[in-house]
């Protein structure tokens, strides 16, 4: 059993290694096709909220709303990317054994690093530029990320129950 594991452990970065490319893909989109994809999700948003509302708005004032939000949700997709990409990155060095203080700033600067990057990347690609701000979007999606998987192990391994388990499988 502990061959599996330890032949499966460098399989654990896998979902890190594609929220990488899921972040550079949509970092390597035009400013139009990136600016109409969360225009077209602003939109749903309040195309559903105004049918659970049942509040019968025309289409120019669902456009008016979704245009009103479109800035907030490009923000919560940067904050949501890097969120994804800590926890992918933190969960894999937790099974490597790094915790505390070194699982924060390792997953913590690579994120950061690569949000830097991934700005810096946008300058060439057509009708995008890099943003300081953005880097912070992506930074604080990056420490709630990171958070949370600190507490998630943290609580599993503190846990009673599972605490008993382990000795009686010991």
Avoid at 118 to 147: C, M, T, W
Wanted: hydrophobic share 50%; with cysteine.
């Amino acid at each position: 059993m502990k061959i599996l594991i330890t032949l499966l452990k460098p399989l654990s970065f896998i979902p890190a290694i594609l929220m990488l490319y899921i972040i550079y893909s949509f970092s390597a989109q035009t400013g139009e096709v990136s600016g109409h994809l969360s225009y077209q999700i602003s939109y749903k948003i309040v195309e559903i909220k105004d049918e659970i509302l049942a509040t019968g708005k025309s289409e120019v004032q669902l456009s008016e709303e979704a245009n009103a939000i479109h800035y907030y949700v490009r923000k919560a997709a940067h904050m949501t990317e890097y969120f994804l990409l800590a926890v992918s990155i933190s969960f894999p060095l937790y099974v490597y054994g790094v915790r505390g203080i070194w699982l924060i700033l390792l997953a913590g600067i690579f994120s950061v690093v690569f949000a830097g990057l991934d700005e810096y990347h946008q300058s060439y690609v057509a009708n995008r530029g890099p943003s300081l701000k953005d880097v912070g979007i992506d930074s604080i999606g990056a420490a709630f990320g990171i958070l949370i998987v600190q507490i998630f192990c943290w609580s599993v391994l503190h846990n009673p129950d599972y605490k008993k388990k382990k000795a009686k499988a010991a």
